[in-house]
């Protein structure tokens, strides 16, 4: 995949030079912002939203949402105000901390002295590496070669950036899934989000909660799984990491426990914080905790199995490394990294049937897919168990 589709949608660009006006005929007049805009728009057809300030904070969030990446000129004020620089930089700063918020990559473009714009980029990235970061900075006369856009360093930085490179790719994938998704419903009925809704509530479901999970697994089914490009992701092996154990482990968390869940619901799969420092899990399915014939959300029954926090040592002997997994017993099984980074050891035989309004406040997240669905599995597999007559050591092969 090409740069150009790499950076596919609208553009953004915040430059002061926009809107100053051009006193002679000659381009050297010009800031070199409005050729790199110009073939911007030649080359890639990007359609370009113009700003010669910053925006009203007001605005941000709806820019951002929509935007594809950003050119950002870092002095949007004039030499020598003192009082309005001080402004200016705060303003700036405030902006890449939404626009990191956001994932949307910033190119500052500027005739600056670069050293001096990553020294002012501190409060923004203090203590996290710039050049792994969402910001490229470079001069607008390194950007133009003969009058030409050289965009050589912009496509090595994206490619060279894991975090920039996923979500490009990302979103053209999920782009293509959710056009052909909702055009395809939308031909066959105009009126289907109201046809599943409700038969949604003639079931007993909460209708929100199925309509998201009907649409997210039709858009994993429509995704491209070929997306990515060894070339870009596959450098290495997880042996090469600088991350140390810590950063991992919380990394490996964020993919195992959602730590944000709606109030308002009760699923399979939602954690909640023991008082012996443990864990409840329900495992309850879906369908049964949804408040039904006039009964409150607190009225839910929630059907718990314990698990507790496992220590180093009991992790590392139940690792095995040839196959990178964690060995279990039939009664047991294990989420490395779930909580607070952190295993937690199930145990199936330790079952609990509790009330939500008794534990509500006490929810510290919700485990996702594959974890939740294998302990599913698993405890479907130890209910149902048939045991075996031991077999006799004197039986044993000599």
């Known amino acids: 995949m090409n740069l150009r589709d790499l950076m596919s949608g609208i553009g953004v660009v915040i430059d002061d030079a926009l809107g100053r006006k051009v006193t002679g005929s000659d381009s050297s007049d010009r800031d070199r912002i409005v050729d790199i805009v110009r073939q911007f728009e030649n080359l890639w057809c990007t359609p370009f939203y113009r700003a010669s300030q910053m925006p009203e904070d007001d605005m941000w969030d709806n820019l951002l949402e929509s935007a594809g990446f950003i050119l950002l000129d870092w002095r949007l004020w004039p030499s020598g105000a003192r009082e309005l620089e001080r402004h200016g930089i705060a303003r700036n700063v405030a902006f890449l901390e939404r626009a990191k918020a956001h994932s949307v990559p910033v190119f500052i473009f500027t005739n600056e002295d670069t050293d001096q714009i990553e020294y002012e980029l501190q409060p923004v990235y203090d203590g996290e590496s710039l050049k792994r970061s969402f910001v490229f900075i470079q001069r607008k ?54 046809v599943f809704w409700n038969e949604y509530v003639k079931d007993g479901v909460d209708p929100s909660s199925a309509l998201t999970e009907l649409i997210t697994d039709s858009l994993r089914g429509r995704m491209q799984a070929s997306a990515f490009e060894t070339s870009a992701l596959g450098i290495g092996n997880s042996d090469d990491l600088r991350a140390p154990g810590e950063d991992l482990h919380a990394l490996l968390s964020a993919t195992t426990v959602l730590d944000t869940v709606p109030e308002h619901e009760v699923r399979c799969g939602d954690l909640f914080d023991a008082d012996d420092g443990g864990y409840l899990l329900n495992i309850r399915p879906d369908c049964d905790c949804v408040p039904r014939d006039g009964r409150e959300l607190g009225e839910i029954e929630l059907y718990c199995i314990e698990g507790k926090i496992m220590e180093p040592k009991e992790v590392r002997k139940k690792y095995r490394p040839r196959g990178g997994y964690l060995e279990e017993r039939i009664n047991q099984a294990i989420v490395f990294a779930a909580g607070d980074g952190r295993s937690i050891d199930f145990d199936f035989a330790r079952f609990r049937v509790e009330k939500f309004e008794v534990w509500k406040n006490r929810r510290v997240g919700r485990l996702l897919h594959p974890y939740l669905t294998r302990i599913q599995q698993r405890y479907a597999l130890f209910l149902q168990r048939q045991g075996l007559p031991r077999v006799p050591r004197q039986a044993l092969p000599r």
């Not at 133009?144 to 490009?168: H, I, Q």
């Open 141 to 194: 006369g390194d950007l133009l070669s003969n009058d030409l856009l050289s965009l050589d360093a912009v496509e090595d930085w994206v490619r060279g950036n894991p975090s920039v490179y996923t979500l490009k790719t990302w979103d053209r994938v999920l782009g293509a899934a959710r056009r052909d998704l909702f055009g395809s419903m939308y031909a066959r009925s105009p009126e289907w989000p109201r």
